[in-house]
C-alpha cells in the first residue's frame, strides 16, 4: 500500500480527547485485540485511554469522514522497579492501513520513543499476549525492541503469557547501539583469533650455516627477509 493522506492530532491528556475519540479509538482496539484479549481487558483500554497522565497520538484520513486509522496512547515518567520508563499502552492500526509504506505503525513508535527521550525517560516498555504473533515480530524484529520478562495472566479463565518488551531511547538508545556494534566487532575479532590459532604454522626455511648463531641481528634478518 502507498503513503496515507492523513492528518495527526496530538493529545496532551487523555481528558482531552472528547467522548466521540475516545469511543472510537476503543472500537478499533476491540476490532483488533477482540481474539487477543479478554472483556475485562478490552473495558480498562477505555480507562487508560482516558486517563489523564495518558497522552495521545491519533492520525486520521483525510477522506472517508476523518476516520481514524491508528493511534498511540502512551505514558511518560512512569515507575517500573523505582526506574523511570515511559509506557506504551495502545498501538493499533486499522486493517486498510496496515503495510503502508512508509509504516505507519513504525512512525507512531518512533515518535513516542523521541518522546520518552526528549522527557528523561531514556526507555519504552510495552507488553504484549505472546500469541498475537503479529504483534510480537513488529516489536521485536521490525522496531528492535528486547524482551525483558513475561507473566501469565488470567482472562476469562484462561490463562495468557504475555511479553514485556523494552527498548532504550535517546543517548541512552545510541550508547546500547555503540555497545552492541563493540561486541559484533569483538566477537568477529575472537573469531579470526581463534581461525589462526587453528592454522599451520608456515615452515620456515632451512637454516644455513651463517644462521645457527642465536641472537645474531643479520641472521635474525636473513631469516625475516627469506
Known amino acids: ?8 492530532e496530538r493529545l496532551a491528556s487523555g481528558t ?4 466521540k475519540a475516545i469511543n472510537e479509538m476503543c472500537e478499533l482496539t476491540t476490532r483488533n485485540m477482540g481474539e487477543f484479549s479478554s472483556k475485562q481487558a478490552l473495558k480498562e483500554t ?7 497522565a495518558t497522552r495521545i497520538i491519533t492520525v486520521r484520513e ?8 491508528g493511534f498511540a496512547a502512551y505514558r511518560l515518567n512512569c515507575n517500573e522497579d523505582g526506574v523511570p520508563v515511559a509506557y506504551l499502552y495502545e498501538l493499533q492500526l486499522d486493517v486498510e492501513a496496515r503495510g503502508s509504506k512508509p509504516s505507519l505503525g513504525k512512525a507512531l513508535v518512533a515518535e513516542v520513543e523521541q ?4 522527557s528523561g525517560s531514556g526507555r519504552l516498555q510495552l507488553s504484549v499476549a505472546e500469541r498475537n504473533t503479529a504483534a510480537v515480530g513488529f516489536y521485536d524484529k521490525g522496531c528492535g525492541y528486547i524482551k525483558i520478562g513475561e507473566r501469565e495472566e488470567e482472562e476469562d479463565g484462561t490463562s495468557v503469557r504475555v511479553l514485556v518488551y523494552e527498548k532504550a531511547c535517546g543517548r541512552e538508545g545510541q550508547v546500547q547501539e555503540d555497545e552492541a556494534q563493540e561486541r559484533a566487532d569483538a566477537e568477529e575479532l575472537q573469531a579470526d ?3 589462526e590459532e587453528h592454522e599451520q604454522p608456515e615452515a620456515l626455511p632451512a637454516k644455513s650455516a651463517d644462521d645457527q648463531v642465536v641472537g ?5 634478518l636473513r631469516v625475516w627477509l627469506a
Open 1 to 8: 500500500a502507498g503513503p496515507l493522506k492523513c492528518k495527526v
Open 16 to 19: 482531552d480527547a472528547g467522548a
Open 46 to 52: 477505555k480507562a487508560n485511554i482516558s486517563n489523564k
Open 62 to 69: 483525510k477522506a472517508k469522514g476523518s476516520k481514524l486509522v
Open 115 to 118: 518522546r520518552a527521550a526528549l
Open 193 to 195: 583469533l581463534d581461525l
Open 216 to 220: 645474531d641481528g643479520a641472521s635474525s
